[in-house]
Every structure is written in C-alpha cells, then in structure tokens.
C-alpha cells in the first residue's frame, strides 16, 4: 500500500519516520528487488539481520572446518551426509524447543522426554520382549510424549507455576525414567535396534535408510516444483490483486535458492559414500526432518492456532483481551514441543542403533536451545520461525561434527557451543534493545 | 464516503443536545464495590447514538471501573444496563463484543510483533479451508483503514512495533469498529501522544461519531474533551455528579465538578 499524504495533517517528521523505515520489512515496501536489496542492507547495518548470522555462520564452519581437517575430510560425500544426519536431531530439537520459545516460555526437559520416546519405541520393537510392529511402538513414543507434554502445559498453566523449574523438574524426572525403561526386559540396559527383523529394521532406517538415487531425484524435483509453483501462484496473484506481495525477482531468487539446496544436497546425497561396495542416495531422516518442518510452518503460519501463539508471545494481555484461550494455546504448545521431540528421540536412537544409559539428555536440550536461538528464534518469545530452528540445528550439527573430525574432546565442544549459544544471546538481546519501540518484555 | 463524512462532520455541530431517551446504552443506577470500598454508587449514564460522550474524573473517581462494568470484565453488584433499551448482563467482554460493544485501552491493545493486518483480525481470524484467508483479511483490513482515513502508515503489512503513538491507536480504533461495532469506549486515547498525533486520533473518534457509532471516550485532558465531545459526563468519588451537553460546560465548571463533585449535582 503506498503511502498517501493526508491533507489536512502536517507529513510525520521525517527523522521518526527514517527510524520506522529501518524496521519495516523490506520485502512488503520494496518494488524491485534492487529496492529490495538495498532496503535489506540498511536493515543489516542496523543491527537487524534477519537469518544472515545463521547463513554467515554456516559458512564460516564450512571454510575453517574444510580448511583444518584432516584430509580436508569436511566436504567429503560421506561427512556432508553424516553431517545432516548428525544435525537431524539437533534439528528437529530445536523445532520442538521453538514452540515454547515462541510463547517466552522455555522447556528444559526436551533432551529426556526425547529420550524417553526413543526408549519406549525401540524396547516395544524387541522381538525378545514385546514384538509390537514398529507402527505402533511409533505412535506409542509420540503419545507418551504428548501427555508428558500435557502434563508440564498443564502445571506450567493451570497452576501458574514458571516453565523453567516445571521442565528442570522434568529433566530430572525423566532421565530417571529412562534410567527405568532402559532395564526393561534382558538388554542390560542396552536394548538394540540391530537385527534381522522388520520391525527393528525399520526403526533402524529412519536415519540409516536410503532412498533410491533416481527416485531421489523424482522427489526433490517434485517438491522443488510443488513448492515453487505454489509460491509463484501466491505472488503473483496477491500482485495482481495489489495485496502487498514481494518483487517478481525475490520470488524468482526464492525459487531458485530452493532448486539450488534442492539439487546440491540430492547430487550430494546420491554420490557412493562408502570405501567398499556401494552406499548412495539420499537418507530417509532428510524427508522426515521436511516434513516436520512443513507441517509446523503451515501450523504456526497459517492456522489461527499458529497466530496465537505469536500473539501470546508479543502481548499476552492484548491476546487476552482479544478473546484467546491462553492457558489452552499453552498448553498445547507444550504438548506439541514434547511430541515433536519424541520424533527427535526416534531419531536419536536409530542414530545411535539402539538405547543406552549414555543419551546425554542435557546437552541435547541446551543444543536445541543454542540451535533455536542461532537460528534466530527470540528467547522473549514472539519472534521465531520453525525454518530458525532447522537452520540453527545445521549450525550446530557443523560445529560437532567439525570438532569431531579434529579430534577434539568432548569437554572443547561443550565450550565451544556454550560459546555460540552466548553469542547468539547476545544477538537477540542487542537486537531487541535496538528497537526503537519498548515492546513488553517478558520472560 | 469519506466526502459524505465531511459533508456530515461540517453540518452537525459539535454541540448536539442529547436526544430524550433513546441512548443506545443507558447505565441506571449501577453500584459497584470491592471489599468495602464502594467504587460506583448509583451511577446513571447514557451514551446516545452518533454522539461521542466525554467521561471525566479525577484519579479514583470510578472512571475505569465504570467502563470495565460497561465492556464486561467486572459485573456490577447494583443496577441495570440497558442496551437498545432492552435490559442485558455483560458478564464476559466476549458478551459485549456480541452487543456490539468494543473497547480499546490504551497500550494494551495490539501485539508488537504482529502487523497490523493481523492485529485487527487477532482471535477473529478469516479462514479458507481451514487455514487463514490472508487475501481476504488484508483486503477487508485496507478497506476499513481507508474508510477511517488512517493513510499514514507505509505498509499494511509492517509490525505494528514500527508504528507511531498516534498511528498503533487509529490502529487499535480501526480494529474497534471493523465488527460492525456500535458503540466504542476508549481509554485515555490520546494520552501520551504528541500534538500531530492527538490531532490525528481525534479526527478519527469525530469520523467514528459521524457513522452513526455511540462513542465514549475516558480523558483527563480538558483540552480534547472540549474538541471532540458532544456530550460531557463527569464522576466525583463514584457518584455521577452531572452530565449534559457539552455547551453546558467550560472549562471552569468540568474542573470544578472534578475536583469538588459541583455545588448541588444536578445530574
């Protein structure tokens, strides 16, 4: 909508409408993608970068990393793709994590209560012990871990009680009950997802189980077009019809970053990874980490579920008043934080081919956080998209990764990622104070 | 129709004398009391159709208290409300937004992080398939903002933390009357904006009054209660000790029932 001068008002002064300018996205002012990119600099230089520190971040990890391992193993087919599976779980985490943020609220529990659906899914596979399929030890894990979900959201809203002690609670009270489940039947405590079996097959190949190259392929390309074709349709027409829509080359340069990512990761992917024999094509874990990724974005971008939250997370008390069931909103957020991790958790125990006493829930849940607020989700709620915590957990997923070819000890990639979680704080924080509008602070 | 509305604003004087009877909320002798402390007492009130109704009163007198009763987050322990002449209980503000009854408060109203599209539809959402229709909302959303002649803002689309004082209230306003509201109580509406910004809100609870809305408007500034309102009612330690039309009043005699509550309230 352009701006039209009213005649009977004096135009704003010029100086508070140069501030305002700076926190206006650029792509609804813009009309060429020229006025585009020069509006997205001076954003920049303002301090509000959007998702650049994720992407500066990336590549910073590639170039080191790549240029001080050994063998320049960084880039390798085999590391790319380990990477990614690595950073699946981070991913996925930080997801789960970003729905809490969202509200200003935070979950400390996420590690354990991920855990506890991995357990839960790979002892109910046991041929020994329980023998379900593994469908249902699937569902069983997601549901547990909803109602874990619940049971937080509920004290967390009902009773009014801070989501930081309700969920530091809850770390401590399901590494215990992973501790339980874990000497459930004869494992010793190291129930296993190897095996000939169907069942623990497929569990197994949730991170370790590889698509066909060519249909690969066929797949990126059709999601590639799919989306591309949707997000050319909405364009245009919203253009067409004078809504406020991006320049017809951001939708074009869009378009073709995905074709890019799209091509690159399946070209990857489909190299033969492996020193003898043949490995290639591309790991289930990525359609399953889209997925999840796709079906949270539309929830928190297109649904009035999703606009809730993002109320509740600027200003509680105008949701409020607007009519919007907070304690509810809440608690589901919890539920879906906790369900999604258990999807985390799945994958974390195929990662590691089974479960075992060493799943190291409190990392996991400071590098879905360090992973969430990387990516550019507000730690005061309000500000975050699922996309954040995806890219923030490839962030992560290349420091560990990285700092694992180097050799490095583990106590060097604590320091490390406590270090980019500080610096990714302190983004958030300056940002936030560099806001010409005192927004309500609340944590 | 905004040229219809000047044309309107131009020949209906400021100074309107209240219609007999027919207000389309009438307030009769409400009572209010938390703990032991009597908030309202006997409070009568109308709010006329087409006329904005100044509320004025000193700190404590029962200002906020008495809207709060009208917009149905407290309920009164004495009296009655008359809506349209028919008596209702507004237990709920969902309640008195299905009257047609809408408030805006002052800073409490808008998300920061949400734009503006998305704040006048917040928990009123359109939807399309089960998702939402963001189509459909920025275009009803543009409409009512040229419809009040709320033009100054860049963009539809920007956060409403980017916007002005004087720019997040007409927004705030906007959002009020975008559900066929009739009658529309604002908080302190100008308070702490500048003179630009005053004048801006106030031009626009004046277009508010000439589209037929009953509009209430809770100021301390004597200043803006003289511009805009037709009709001056004025609180004194929870009683209501005058209302009349605003050319009854100066500016001497609205302070004087403020801070004394008048010499015998005639109201």
């Given at each position: 909508m352009a701006r039209v001068e009213v005649p009977e008002l004096p135009p704003d002064p010029t100086a508070a409408t140069k501030v305002a300018e700076l926190e206006v996205p650029p792509e609804i002012v813009a009309q060429t993608l020229g006025e585009y990119l020069r509006a997205w600099a001076a954003r920049v230089r303002a301090g509000d970068s959007g998702v650049l520190p994720v992407i500066a971040g990336l590549a910073v990890i590639t170039v080191v990393f790549q240029a001080i391992s050994p063998h320049h193993v960084f880039l390798s087919a085999l590391n790319l793709v380990n990477l990614l599976q690595q950073s699946a779980v981070f991913m996925v985490l930080a997801m789960a994590e970003g729905f809490v943020l969202l509200l200003g609220e935070i979950d400390l529990s996420v590690g354990y209560v991920a855990a506890v659906g991995g357990v839960i899914g790979v002892q109910l596979v046991q041929p020994a012990t329980t023998r379900w399929p593994w469908w249902a030890a699937v569902v069983a894990a997601l549901l547990a871990c909803a109602l874990i979900g619940a049971a937080q959201g509920t004290l967390i809203t009902r009773l009014k009680l801070p989501s930081f002690v309700v969920t530091l609670a809850g770390f401590l009270i399901f590494n215990g009950v992973v501790l339980i489940l874990l000497l459930l039947g004869p494992f010793s405590g190291y129930p296993s997802l190897l095996g000939d079996d169907t069942n623990r097959q497929v569990l197994y190949h949730l991170m370790w189980g590889t698509i066909d190259p060519l249909a690969g392929w066929i797949g990126m390309i059709v999601i590639v077009a799919g989306l591309g074709l949707a997000l050319w349709l909405r364009d245009t027409r919203r253009r067409r019809s004078g809504l406020v829509a991006p320049p017809l080359g951001l939708t074009l340069l869009k378009i073709v970053l995905m074709a890019i990512v799209g091509l690159t990761v399946v070209a990857i992917c489909n190299i033969n990874r492996a020193n003898i024999g043949t490995v290639a094509g591309v790991p289930w874990v990525i359609p399953i980490v889209l997925a999840v990724l796709g079906a949270w974005t539309v929830l928190l971008q297109r649904t009035s579920f999703g606009r809730y939250v993002y109320a509740i997370g600027g200003n509680p008390e105008a949701a409020r008043r607007a009519g919007i069931k907070l304690a509810s909103i809440r608690t589901w957020a919890f539920v879906i934080c906790s369900f999604t991790a258990g999807i985390g958790g799945l994958l974390y125990a195929s990662y590691l081919g089974g479960m075992s006493n060493n799943v190291n829930g409190g990392q996991l849940v400071l590098y879905a956080v360090a992973a969430a607020v990387i990516g550019g989700t507000s730690l005061f709620g309000g500000r975050g998209k699922v996309m954040h915590g995806a890219l923030g957990g490839l962030v992560i997923g290349g420091i560990y990764n990285g700092m694992y070819l180097l050799g490095l000890d583990v106590q060097w990639q604590f320091i490390v990622t406590g270090l980019v979680l500080l610096s990714a704080v302190t983004i958030d924080a300056l940002s936030r104070r560099g806001a010409t509008t005192g927004s309500v602070a609340h944590v | 129709m905004s040229d219809a509305n000047v044309a309107r604003a131009g020949a209906q004087p400021n100074a309107a004398a209240p219609p007999a009877g027919e207000a389309r909320l009438q307030v009769r002798a409400l009572g209010k009391h938390f703990g032991a402390v009597q908030a309202l007492s006997d409070v009568d009130l109308d709010l006329p159709a087409g006329q904005v109704t100044a509320l004025c009163g000193d700190n404590g007198a029962g200002k906020t208290v008495l809207t709060k009763c009208i917009a149905g987050i407290f309920q009164a322990d004495q009296g009655q409300i008359l809506w349209e002449g028919k008596p209702v209980h507004i237990r709920s503000p969902r309640d008195a937004a299905h009257l047609g009854i809408e408030t805006v408060y002052q800073d409490l109203a808008l998300a920061d992080n949400l734009d503006i599209v998305q704040n006048m539809f917040l928990a009123r959402e359109r939807l399309r398939g089960g998702l939402l229709d963001e189509d459909a909302m920025e275009r009803d959303a543009a409409e009512t903002l040229a419809s009040l002649r709320v033009t100054t803002v860049r963009s539809i689309r920007q956060p409403v933390g980017s916007l002005s004082g004087g720019q997040r209230q007409s927004v705030a306003v906007a959002k009020a009357v975008?559900?066929?509201?009739k009658l529309v109580l604002l908080d302190e509406p100008t308070a702490a904006l500048g003179v630009v910004q005053t004048k801006m809100v106030l031009d626009l609870v004046r277009r508010l009054r000439d589209r037929g809305l009953a509009v209430m408007v809770i100021s301390h500034n004597l200043n803006d209660v003289f511009e805009v309102a037709d009709r001056i009612a004025v609180l004194y330690l929870g009683r209501m000790v005058i209302q009349d039309a605003a050319s009854a009043f100066d500016r001497q005699r609205v302070v004087q029932y403020m801070t004394s509550g008048g010499t015998n309230g005639s109201g």
């Open positions: - | 975008m559900w066929n509201s």
